[in-house]
């Protein structure tokens, strides 16, 4: 190791510290005033937009025979509401189809980012966004089985199975953790590790190549190999991206019937 190497390893810290997994503001001006609006800030922002837009301008003025705009959106509402809140939670599910709705294209269009060239980072890699939509998941299952069943019926329901008496002490607690503890941090995590394992595979192969070039020019069909191993995960990756973002919805659906079923 040459004296400069020695010199340019000091000056990176090590270990890293918790300040490394946040994102620099990407504002021009007062980056320590606004460190909270981040590139993923902005991803989540823009998410959002497209949503409202695109639903507003395909609703703007309906038809009987729809336009392009309207059959996508009428497309994505029916899959949605037949294939998901209907078919998990039955005819009650219809009016759970906006919320769920609303969730899936979320989702999916924040995966998204992770394999839009020049962006390619989903804002569901960071734990942050995950975690809010299965606390309000969450949250909506729970006041759902209430209203529906009553306070104390509904904690009765969700946590006494049908079993004898002995074993009671044992299954309580477990239908505790599972109902009120794992379902919410499975939601999340789920999502969270998905979107971040395929950012991290994809940067992996991608500096990879660029690594193994600029080491040494006899790599350059090594380098080639990781770019097209690259392009075959992004592919990989559009299937985790859309799968993803089903399997979130239909697990908040089925928590919903759930909490509305009467039987455990």
């Not at 981040?38 to 301008?57: D, G, Q, S």
């Not at 009650?92 to 998204?112: C, D, E, K, S």
């Not at 607690?173 to 379902?183: A, D, G, K, M, W």
Request: charged content about 10%.
């Amino acid at each position: 190791m040459t004296g400069q190497s020695i010199v340019l390893a000091a000056d990176v810290p090590f270990p890293p510290s918790v300040e490394d997994f946040y994102l620099p503001s990407i504002l021009p001006w007062g980056a320590h005033d606004n460190y909270w609006f981040t590139k993923i800030t902005l991803l989540v922002w823009v998410t959002v937009a497209l949503l409202i837009v695109f639903f507003l301008a395909a609703y703007r003025k309906p038809q009987l025979v729809p336009t392009k705009r309207q059959w996508i959106a009428e497309s994505v509402y029916g899959f949605v509401r037949n294939n998901v809140a209907v078919d998990m939670i039955g005819p009650a599910g219809v009016r759970f189809a906006p919320y769920l709705t609303t969730l899936f294209m979320f989702i999916l269009l924040n995966n998204f980012w992770g394999i839009v060239p020049f962006v390619q980072m989903s804002p569901n890699s960071h734990i942050a966004f995950p975690a809010v939509l299965a606390v309000i998941s969450y949250v909506m299952f729970i006041y759902v089985g209430i209203r529906h069943h009553g306070f104390f019926k509904y904690f009765k329901h969700a946590l006494i199975p049908p079993a004898p008496w002995f074993i009671l002490p044992l299954l309580i607690p477990i239908e505790l953790f599972s109902n009120f503890i794992v379902r919410p941090f499975s939601l999340a995590v789920r999502l969270f590790a998905n979107m971040f394992a395929g950012h991290m595979l994809l940067l992996v192969f991608t500096l990879g190549g660029f690594a193994m070039i600029s080491a040494n020019a006899w790599l350059a069909p090594v380098s080639v190999l990781s770019w097209a191993l690259t392009i075959a995960l992004t592919m990989l990756e559009f299937l985790v991206i859309c799968l993803q973002a089903y399997v979130f919805t239909v697990l908040t659906a089925s928590y919903v019937q759930g909490a509305l079923a009467d039987e455990h």
